[in-house]
């Protein structure tokens, strides 16, 4: 272990340096040494969770600056280094047939590789200071990825407004890790851990902490009320989507909540606010996609719905239920952008009202469409189900009889938008005579592996409780076999509440044409608003004003004289050595 944690994380990046190195007159080496190295990474993550344990790796010290250089596989980072790699894996050869014949191709798997290391880094590391490193490193590689169209004004746009408002997680971050530092003089996650949970931590300075990691987490994890960013990411090539904005680097602010709920769970409040956070964006984002027409789109709204049921998982106190559904879907939901891929792929567009029909020309995209379609709507036996249900009962567990009811509601809404998105485009009733052909062995082979895993990844479940109960000692998480759970589901009355919640979603869009309801002022305030983002796009656009004014306001100060710029970089690196030296001594 000591030797696969710097493998994991060094791997790729070595590789993305050498595909630079190859560059774009060898398209054929690149995809090979591409698709070569990306199984060697995920081979390494899943060597890595099998040898999963709580022990802590230390393999340099500077006390200095950052500490020791620590890292651990315990089960919330290698399980989502798994992920990250293995889905990686897959995207990257779906890249191979999809991104033939492209412009910046050295560049476009550079990006993915640079990434994949830093997500690996992110979730294994034990120091905040490493930990902000790669989680700047994730958000810059997601900004060139959504921008690799770079002629393209909506491409460019899209990756600045991501950079720009995950950036409000990264100051979060950045000011919770100083809280931390200035608490017990060092970055070690667990030594934090242990601290908060001894009670040595004063709770005013605790409830900061954990509060500016909710905003962190919220940002990077396209929350309420940062979750404007991810539609427009977008404009990304596909696979990109399904690796960094579906299954990777948005559960990165899940990912953060989970480590540090120890420490955050007694705060009075903030378990509230988390589940509040993730039932508005569950809402909101849910009647976004019953409006959108872009496919791409509407999976973009499902991600961040889907991202805000593990957040009200983590609220209403079950790590393992959120980290289950994490798991359940960066499987389903990778399928759904990969399979969305093949279609754009196949005929050129992104607009579901000129699509249709499908089904006759694609059936094996269409079969594979429904699967991943079936499994976030929660349909047994598939892999959604099993985890969406664990949710629910842990809302219900938590006495929350509202947070519950919404919850229903949510499960409708989901059931509605993918009923509306995969009849769309797959009804016999064709809309065009849009050209399609076949999609690639190389674009195959990613989605029957990822539609296999929707209905035998969730029997992992007992494996997963069991790496967490044994690694995680802080979480006070019990193992739970696969009977016991499954029973616990399948006995409870209120699961049948939910499948018919599901139902009635499903034939809601069936059947729209039956009811006036569509014709009413209701409906359209709601389609209106739902369109306009809630009003959250202008917001955007005049915190972008204020800040330009306040740019050109700022440009009065800076004299263009080097030395005068020289002085205040020394001034300003002497103050940070004088209080790393003489602070850090007390």
């Known amino acids: 272990m000591n030797f696969l944690i710097p493998t994991i994380i060094l791997l790729p990046w070595a590789g993305a340096i050498l595909l630079w190195v190859i560059g774009d007159r060898q398209e054929q080496l690149q995809h090979r040494f591409a698709a070569s190295l990306s199984i ?16 802590v790796y230390h393999y340099s010290d500077n006390h200095l600056l950052t500490g020791s250089l620590s ?10 280094s798994c992920i990250a790699n293995v889905i990686g894996s897959l995207s990257v050869i779906f890249s191979t047939s999809y991104m033939k014949s492209e412009k910046g191709l050295a560049r476009y798997y550079a990006m993915i590789f640079f990434f994949i290391g830093a997500m690996s880094g992110l979730v294994l590391t034990t120091n905040l200071f490493l930990l902000f490193f790669f989680w700047e490193i994730t ?3 997601s900004y060139l990825l959504i921008s690799f169209y770079h002629d393209d004004p909506n491409a460019v746009r899209g990756g600045i407004k991501a950079l720009l408002i995950t950036q409000v997680g990264g100051v979060g971050l950045l000011f919770a890790s100083l809280l931390i530092f200035g608490q017990i003089r060092s970055f070690e996650t667990n030594l934090f851990l242990q601290q908060a949970l001894s009670g040595e931590i004063p709770q005013n300075t605790l409830m900061w902490i954990g509060f500016t990691m909710l905003l962190a987490a919220a940002a990077k994890s396209a929350q309420f009320p940062f979750f ?12 990109v989507s399904a690796l960094i904005h579906a299954a990777t680097m948005v559960n990165a602010g899940v990912y953060l909540l989970c480590r540090f709920y120890p420490a955050f769970a007694t705060i009075p409040g903030w378990k509230t606010i988390v589940v509040l956070t993730g039932l508005i964006t569950i809402l909101l984002s849910s009647l976004m996609a019953i409006f959108a027409n872009d496919l791409k789109r509407v999976l973009a709204y499902s991600t961040v719905s889907q991202l805000g049921f593990m957040f009200v998982a983590v609220g209403s106190g079950s790590v393992l239920a959120s980290q289950f559904h994490l798991f359940s879907h960066a499987i389903f939901k990778a399928l ?27 059936p094996f995209i269409g079969i594979i469409f429904l699967t991943g379609s079936l499994a976030l709507a929660g349909i047994p036996i598939l892999n959604g189900f099993w985890s969406k249900e664990l949710i629910l009962e842990t809302v219900l567990k938590g006495g929350a009889g509202a947070f519950y009811a919404l919850m229903l509601v949510a499960v409708a809404l989901t059931a509605l938008y993918i009923t509306r998105c995969y009849l769309l485009v797959f009804s016999r009733r064709r809309k065009s005579d849009l050209h399609i052909h076949r999609p690639s062995q190389a674009m195959r082979l990613p989605l ?27 979480h006070e998480i019990e193992s739970e076999s696969l009977s016991h759970m499954t029973g616990s589901i399948l006995s409870d009355p209120l699961t049948y509440l939910a499948l018919a919640m599901t139902l ?5 869009w069936v059947f729209r044409n039956r009811f006036q309801f569509r014709r009413s002022a209701l409906y359209k305030n709601v389609r209106e608003f739902s369109l306009a983002s ?7 656009d005049q915190i972008i004003i204020a800040f330009e004014r306040a740019s050109d306001a700022a440009r009065s100060i800076q004299t263009g004289v080097i030395n005068w710029n020289i002085l205040g970089m020394v001034a300003g690196f002497l103050g940070i050595m004088i209080f790393l030296l003489f602070g850090g001594s007390r």
């Open 534 to 540: 809630f009003g959250f796009e202008k917001i955007n």
């Open 336 to 362: 759904l952008f990969l399979a969305a891929g093949s279609i754009i792929h196949s005929c050129g567009t992104r607009d579901m009202l000129k699509m249709g029909g499908f089904w006759e020309k694609k």
């Open 40 to 55: 060697l990474c995920a081979l390494t993550s899943v060597l890595i969770l099998i040898k999963a344990s709580p022990a």
């Open 139 to 141: 958000a810059l590689c």
């Open 228 to 239: 404007t960013w991810l539609p427009d990411a977008m404009e990304a090539p596909t696979p």
């Open 504 to 508: 009635i979603g499903g034939l809601a």
């Open 71 to 80: 890292f651990t596989a315990d089960g919330l980072g290698a399980v989502l």
């Open 448 to 474: 029957e592996i990822l539609a296999l895993g929707t209905f035998i990844s969730w029997s992992a479940f007992p494996l997963l409780a069991k790496v967490f109960a044994e690694t995680l000692p802080f």
